[in-house]
């Protein structure tokens, strides 16, 4: 790999922002976090007056072939909303675009971390190794190798990331543009992390994998085994305190709130953790514990803690957890509970 990737690109003057603007300072307000920005009105295209100072930093990446087709035929994963994520990443360029023009002062950031990437597998590669890297005794270079090869090696990593993006946007009313999940959302930081630890662990690179879980766990509290087996479209919503074991298994368009454990029940060994199917929500402080089934669609309150299996399509809540409406006829949903977020209009509880 080039020994370009190593080193930062020299921001001269001719790419540094424009003079401040003299903005008037306003007292902190409260704001509808569900006033979400339109992305349709962000052209990707918009940028084009930068294109030349971007393009002086592009970093020479690989091609991804699978990633860049233009086959009508070839559809990337996308989030709730099912468009083409061909354009993903020249929409989240525009986003940083605004924001570097809304706030100069994170012009030099941004464009370390977007700008210069003409890819986001080249920018995801080097975000991670920025956020994981430990200074003089594991060089953010040596782990943005690691990274990209991880990426070149199973492109279906690229894939699910783009999915978890638009899961982001789609699902979480706080998230307002793309550019800021790819940047400051440690959820999508920590997928992304066991994502590639995950690739190492089943190519037999065990102690790398667990090098790269135990930086994940330190600086974005979150555990997750490398061996845990995660689908695409994965909302990690808040994350904090998030724990999943060697064996669970959780598949597409899931959306799991802070503090969730997919934990066994004891010192047994063998197949011991959760499976999630596909479109379950599990609400904050949720504890499943054991080889026990969540099926596809069900949501899982907040506070429960989970023993036995929940059918598809249903609601459990409670400690212990209890089908709202009883076992032998469980309210039904109609709607992929990860998708609706709904986590209260089951209660008919009243103070």
């Known amino acids: ?17 424009v003079a401040r603007r003299n903005l008037p300072r ?18 990707p295209l918009s940028f084009a007056h930068s294109q030349s100072r971007i393009n002086e930093n592009l970093i020479d990446w690989p091609v991804f072939p699978d990633i860049a087709c233009s086959s009508d035929d070839f ?21 940083a675009l605004s924001d570097s023009d809304s706030e100069p002062i994170l012009y030099r950031y941004l464009s370390d971390l977007i700008f210069r990437h003409d890819s986001l597998e080249s920018a995801l590669a080097n975000l991670l190794a920025k956020k994981l890297c430990i200074p003089n005794l594991l060089p953010a270079s040596d782990l943005d190798d690691l990274f990209a090869q991880a990426l070149i090696d199973d492109q279906s990593i690229i ?11 789609d699902r979480d009313p706080a998230c307002s543009k793309m550019v800021h999940c790819l940047l400051y959302y440690k959820g999508f930081h920590a997928c992304q992390a066991h994502r590639m630890a995950h690739r190492l662990w089943i190519t037999g690179r065990r102690a790398a994998a667990m090098m790269i879980q135990s930086r994940s766990s330190e600086i974005f509290a979150v555990d ?12 990690l919503d808040h994350a904090t305190g998030v724990v999943i074991g060697e064996t669970a298994v959780i598949g597409n368009d899931v959306s799991i709130l802070h503090n969730v454990t997919l934990g066994g029940t004891g010192k047994e060994t063998g197949d011991r953790h959760p499976k999630i199917e596909d479109g379950v929500l599990v609400g904050a402080g949720t504890q499943i514990l054991g080889n026990v089934r969540i099926g596809k669609g069900a949501k899982v309150g907040a506070g429960s803690v989970v023993l036995k299996d929940v059918p598809a399509w249903t609601t459990a809540v409670g400690n212990p957890a ?17 998708l609706t977020m709904d986590h209260t209009s089951w209660s008919d509880y009243v103070i």
């Open 1 to 17: 790999m080039s020994t370009s990737l190593l080193h930062r690109p020299a921001i001269t003057d001719s790419l540094r922002p």
């Open 26 to 43: 306003q007292m902190a307000t409260c704001v509808d976090c569900c006033c979400r920005t339109n992305s349709a009105s962000i052209n």
């Open 75 to 95: 559809r990337v994963p996308a989030g709730d909303s099912g468009e083409d994520a061909d354009d993903l990443w020249a929409q989240i360029r525009a986003e």
């Open 159 to 169: 894939r699910a990331a783009r999915a978890d993006l638009l899961a982001a946007r």
């Open 224 to 235: 997750i085994h490398p061996a845990a087996r995660i689908g695409s479209g994965l909302l």
């Open 322 to 338: 209890r089908l709202l409406g009883g076992k032998e006829n469980p309210v039904r949903l109609d709607r992929l509970a990860s």
